[in-house]
């Protein structure tokens, strides 16, 4: 109550925010500047002298794992509505994919959007059926959704269940394309979904999402609905998911139920949100890492390599609980937010304000 | 003229009548109290006003036009906007945004906004300048970059505030807005809610324990006891009501 007094009896100070847009902007500048530099290492890794065939193709499927892991993101972290069930959204953009490829010829790039857009339209109409879901219930929900998924591409005969469906080699713009040529086209992909989500959350949308996350009842006074938002929420989520399901069936040439019935593809890619740090735009990217290195690094532990993978998740949740992002960036948070403090409070420069410029009292 | 009127409001939670056929007329661009001891509904049917709950019989109108069924979120967009009793913040985000939020309604096409196209970066700036020129009003300024959840009560009832006017509402529903406060704060929001009403042209209805900041501010005051109507009319009349000094006031007041 104290700083109420104080404000009360002096005239009202008016915030530096000439000091502290300059700051932002600065700091964006770096994000941007670091960005880029990760986008250009990524460009020129292939090129390295020492670096095979196999070496891309895995670093490919790191890709595929962290756009896997920016849909859940985007729902998980960014919404607050736990999914356990998003293996589906890979299922679904995988055998989009491939049976368009399969049966009209369709080449990689449309095969992917096609694969993101049917997720995307599924998403959203389980955005409606979920409408009321909260917290383990909807855990629950998109779990049982998955097993859905699941039971279909095994039954279903056009999917060809377990026998699965074989691609041809993979074609982008008439050129069949190799290891090297399929993972430039997942960092585009990656490239403009990190963008597009750098975007989004920066956004009113953006702003909408975090707002049901932390509060329905102050989200839905504020004009947000509950029902276009969370729906909104799903589509995208459930888009990027897609996409990147359908560069996993790509990338293989090969589709089938055996891999994507299979419910550990969905603690995976939740495992790689959350460890990575689900409401961080950098998050996804550790957590992609991670759930798809770990495995490679304990190969030759077998059996072990499963109780490693649990102990190294478990370390990393308790010592990092809001993800590995946040444990990196938090001391130059921590510094910047102090900056922006300081600099709000500094006086202001050139126009010294009279009191209240709002006209309020 | 009229500007929200609700007639025969009923809400039953279980055996306990919460509201009990209340009606009230709220004409445009006054302040309006509603008032009546703990428990007598009010909360409720602020709810209810603002369509967060449901209830038995009754209708609502606002600007002469039902709105028995809308959902909450609806109402912001007809210009009705809220704040709570218990404070409903973001915690973990930031001042500013917290302001942001409540301009949801002026965002325009969503899916422009998500792409941040040139256009929706403009009203995107636009929501911003809006929000700090609320917030200067405020007197919030020092606390824009600040998460609301490291902030005092008294700044945090600020906020929301900040964040209805956000929405550039027609017509506000405040619940208890100086409660917590010591007395300069409260001599200070007093001010606020007045300039609002006068400079902007909101219409306001308040509910609040404050008697003295209720009398000083409000144009008309309806009293509920026990979920039910007891009496209205302007601050002197109810302060003379022998009605209301029984069910509420207790003693007469000097």
């Known amino acids: 109550m104290a700083e109420l007094i104080t404000t009360t009896a002096a005239p009202a100070p008016s915030g530096n925010r000439a000091a502290v847009a300059t700051l932002r902007n600065i700091f964006q500048m770096q994000n941007w500047v670091l960005a880029g530099l990760f986008f250009a290492a990524c460009f020129a890794y292939p090129l390295l002298p020492f670096v095979e065939g196999w070496m891309v193709n895995q670093a490919a499927l790191v890709i595929i794992y962290i756009m896997a892991a920016q849909g859940v993101s985007i729902l998980t972290g960014y919404t607050g509505l736990v999914t356990v069930g998003h293996g589906a959204f890979l299922a679904i953009g995988a055998y989009t994919a491939a049976l368009l490829m399969k049966y009209t010829g369709l080449s990689v790039i449309p095969g992917m959007i096609a694969g ?41 005969p056009i999917f060809e269940g377990r026998t699965g469906i074989s691609l041809p080699p993979n074609t982008v713009f008439g050129f069949e394309i190799d290891d090297f040529g399929f993972y430039y086209v997942a960092l585009v992909a990656l490239a403009l979904t990190t963008l ?79 460890v990575g740090g689900s409401a961080m735009l950098f998050g996804p990217f550790f957590g992609g890492f991670f759930v798809a290195m770990v495995p490679f690094f304990l190969e030759e532990l077998y059996d ?39 600099a709000g409070e500094s006086p202001e420069l050139a126009d010294a304000p009279g009191p209240s410029a709002g006209g309020g009292s | 003229m009229t500007h929200l009127r609700c007639e025969g409001i009923t809400v039953r939670f279980g055996g306990v009548m919460a509201c009990d056929n209340i009606s009230l007329d709220v004409p445009e661009g006054k302040i309006v109290g509603l008032i009546g001891p703990n428990g007598a509904g009010k909360t409720t049917l602020f709810n209810v006003l603002s369509r967060f709950q449901e209830y038995e019989s009754g ?42 939020i409540g301009a949801h309604r002026h965002l325009g096409n969503p899916l422009a906004n998500m792409f941040s196209l040139p256009g929706a970066r403009r009203t995107e700036a636009a929501l911003v300048d809006k929000a700090l020129a609320i917030a200067d009003m405020l007197h919030l300024n020092h606390q824009l970059d600040k998460t609301v959840k490291s902030l005092s009560y008294g700044w945090r009832k600020r906020v929301e505030l900040a964040r ?53 501010v409000c144009d008309y005051i309806y009293v509920i006891n026990f979920g039910a109507n007891l009496a209205d009319g302007t601050p002197a009349e109810v302060r003379e009501n022998p009605d209301v000094i029984a069910a509420y006031l207790g003693e007469p007041t000097p």
């Open chain 1, 116 to 156: 993101g857009l049917v997720s995307a339209v599924i998403g959203f109409a389980l955005g409606l059926v979920f409408l009321r879901l909260a917290g383990a219930f909807m855990a629950i929900g998109t779990l049982g959704f998955a097993f859905f998924i699941g039971s279909i591409v095994n039954n279903v």
């Open chain 1, 196 to 274: 597009f989500v750098y975007s989004l959350i920066r956004s009113g949308v953006g702003r909408a999402f975090k707002a049901l996350r932390d509060s329905d009842k102050a989200a839905e006074s504020s004009g947000v609905s509950r029902v276009l938002y969370r729906s909104l929420s799903f589509s995208i989520s459930a888009f990027i998911t897609g996409v990147a399901g359908a560069l996993n069936g790509l990338i293989v040439n090969y589709v089938s139920s055996e891999v994507y019935a299979d419910i550990w593809y969905s603690v995976d890619i939740l495992v790689a949100a959350v």
């Open chain 1, 304 to 342: 072990f390599a499963f109780i490693l993978k649990g102990v190294v998740l478990i370390a990393v949740l308790v010592l990092a609980p809001v993800g590995i992002a946040e444990l990196v960036s938090r001391p130059v948070r921590a510094w910047r937010q102090r900056k922006l403090l300081e």
């Open chain 2, 59 to 100: 209708h609502i109108t606002y600007r002469d036009r039902n709105v028995d069924r809308k959902k909450p979120h609806e109402m912001i967009r007809l210009g009705m906007a809220r704040t709570f009793q218990n404070l409903n913040l973001f915690g973990e985000q930031s001042t500013l945004d917290n302001i942001l």
């Open chain 2, 164 to 216: 209805a006017l956000a929405a550039e509402p027609e017509m506000i529903l405040l619940d208890e807005p100086v409660a917590g406060c010591n007395d300069e704060a409260t001599a200070e929001l007093e001010e606020i809610v007045r300039s609002v009403n006068r400079n902007l042209g909101v219409t306001i209805l308040l509910v609040e324990h404050d008697m003295s900041m209720v009398m000083k």
